[in-house]
């Protein structure tokens, strides 16, 4: 299994959707999130 990390950084007042959320099921893939 392969593992890609990388880091996503939004202003607060930009995020008005769970953007984190509609990635993980549009593409499948399992988000891990720290330092929220």
Known sequence: MSHL???I???E???R???IY???REY???TD???A
């Open 28 to 30: 499948n893939v399992v």
């Open 33 to 35: 999130v720290r330092r």
């Open 13 to 15: 007042e930009k995020i």
């Open 5 to 7: 990390r990388f880091h």
């Open 22 to 24: 509609q990635i993980g």
């Open 9 to 11: 950084r939004f202003p």
């Open 17 to 19: 959707q769970p953007i």
